[in-house]
């Protein structure tokens, strides 16, 4: 029987994850990070905002905004792959953070009760999950009225040539560092497919204002291998 995307993702992460921040460096040439921090500045995160991070994986963001919403803040993570929040698990204990709690629960239905959070992120997970509709719509609710949902993932270059190479480079490089560092060159491929089939910044642009979010806008980073795209809840 063939596997629905849902059970792939999650055979994937849960096979991947001892590797997954290793392999997140090598894949982007340690872009990712800088991606993050430049995300984050733009957020303006506000002391003693309660926040989500969605698809949190191993927690590198969660523990961002933990910094930034002091000690009076709230941060929850969310993913539903439980190896992969066991990595998250360790980098919350050996922090010197006391506000985070990283929740085992799926992103298309989020155990949250409407309008609980000032702000709602999610960082390279949602082209993995199977519908982005329902999820930024899940987003959109469990947001209060004016709170900002933040959604930093892989995108689609528009520049010809630069296009191609970007292309080229995750169908067929970014496996083989998969093979080589991970011991995942299947897992990889798979992932790789899952950002080649990732809605352009525009399109995604558009879901969110399906999802019912105001004031949208995005920011291509490297040549638009990647985005940030922000919405406000109305």
């Known amino acids: ?4 995307k849902e059970q792939k993702v999650h055979g994937v992460f849960e096979k ?3 590797n997954y921040d290793k392999m997140n460096s090598v894949i982007s040439f340690q872009q990712h990070k800088k991606w993050r921090k ?12 309660k926040a989500l991070d969605v698809c ?3 927690a590198d963001w969660t523990l961002a905004l933990g910094e930034e919403v002091g000690e009076e803040g709230k941060v929850f993570g969310l993913d539903f792959s439980q190896n992969m929040l066991s990595i998250g698990e360790e ?7 006391n506000n985070i709690e990283l929740i085992h629960g799926n992103a298309m239905e989020l155990p949250f009760e409407d309008g609980t959070f000032d702000y709602v992120t999610i960082g390279f997970g949602l082209r993995n999950v199977p519908d982005y509709l329902q999820v930024l719509k899940e987003m959109n609710r469990v947001l209060k009225p004016g709170g900002m949902a933040v959604c930093l993932e892989t ?5 010809f040539g630069f296009r191609q190479l970007y292309y080229m480079y995750f169908r067929f490089i970014m496996p083989v560092f998969g093979r080589i560092f991970a011991k995942s060159f299947s897992e990889y491929s798979w992932l790789q497919e899952s950002a080649r ?3 352009g910044m525009k399109e995604l642009a558009d879901l969110f204002k399906e999802a019912g979010f105001k004031d949208i806008y995005f920011k291509p980073y490297s ?7 922000v919405g406000y809840k109305q």
């Not at 995108?155 to 520049?159: D, E, V």
């Open 1 to 4: 029987m063939q596997q629905s």
């Open 16 to 18: 991947i994850y001892s």
């Open 38 to 49: 430049e995300t984050m500045k733009h957020m303006s995160v506000k002391e003693n905002a």
């Open 56 to 58: 949190c994986g191993t």
């Open 91 to 97: 980098k919350v204990k050996e922090s010197p953070l």
């Open 155 to 159: 995108s689609q270059p528009t520049m």
């Open 197 to 199: 089939d990732f809605p």
């Open 223 to 229: 040549g638009g291998v990647a985005a940030m795209h």
